[in-house]
């Protein structure tokens, strides 16, 4: 059962250009989360999502940024317009559809903007 | 809200020995998950262990186990036996059922030879 998947790893954009992030989340998993990591921080929680619905987008700044997850493919994490401050590491994370589980980490993908 | 506060930005121990890396947090839920996560050089992150706040016992996994303290919303983390492997920044976590996880800001831990 491969884990979850993150693509691309490495991502570089120019200030202004749009930035879309790929999560396929572990099989069998409908629950996916969003975290955005600056430098020497913790993981901060953007936004959660099931299968064609977005559960809570607390987390997720008002412009600029949107998530969507399909019937089918990945969840699709996208920034419009970046900006330097946009530069971080976004991780994903899957959990199945039972409630009270650990979320299961994909590797990231760290995004610079330049 | 919901915080989690892990007050040692950083800790050394020498390998072989214990090291203890603590972490608080404040909630008002009854029902919650705390967990404590390693994130290496890789920038993986990896669970390491997990707790549910109804358990009164600790939980371990092998050389790795924590003191919860339900009363003092408090939830260290003991690695014994410490490797050179272990070295990595440590997340404590908390999650009240299907939510998103909310993390402390980590701990970077390194093993001396």
């Known amino acids: 059962n491969a884990g979850v998947m993150q693509n691309p790893r490495h991502l570089v954009r120019r200030r202004g250009q749009e930035a879309r992030l790929r999560c396929s989340p572990m099989k069998g998993h409908s629950h996916v989360y969003w975290y955005r990591q600056l430098p020497e921080e913790g993981l901060k929680f953007m936004v959660y999502?099931?299968?064609?619905?977005?559960?809570?987008e607390s987390g997720m700044p008002k412009e600029r940024f949107s998530a969507e997850f399909p019937k089918e493919g990945p969840s699709i994490l996208r920034i419009q317009q970046v900006v330097r401050g946009d530069s971080a590491a976004y991780f994903c994370a899957s959990s199945p559809l039972a409630e009270n589980y650990e979320q299961y980490f994909g590797p990231g993908t760290r995004l610079t903007v330049t | 809200a919901q915080t989690v506060t892990q007050s040692q930005p950083e800790m050394s121990v020498q390998e072989a020995e214990t090291v203890t890396l603590s972490c608080t947090y404040d909630?008002?839920?009854?029902?919650?998950?705390l967990f404590w996560y390693k994130q290496p050089p890789s920038r993986q992150m990896i669970l390491v262990i997990r707790q549910e706040a109804y358990k009164q016992q600790n939980a371990t996994e092998n050389r790795f186990s924590v003191n919860f303290q339900k009363a003092a919303k408090s939830f260290s983390l003991k690695i014994s036996d410490s490797q050179l492997g272990d070295a990595a920044m440590y997340f404590c976590?908390?999650?009240?059922?299907?939510?998103?996880?909310?993390f402390g800001a980590g701990t970077r831990l390194t093993v001396k030879p």
């Open positions: 909630t008002s839920e009854s029902d919650y998950y």
């Open positions: 999502l099931q299968k064609e619905n977005i559960i809570d």
């Open positions: 976590a908390y999650k009240v059922n299907n939510n998103d996880m909310r």
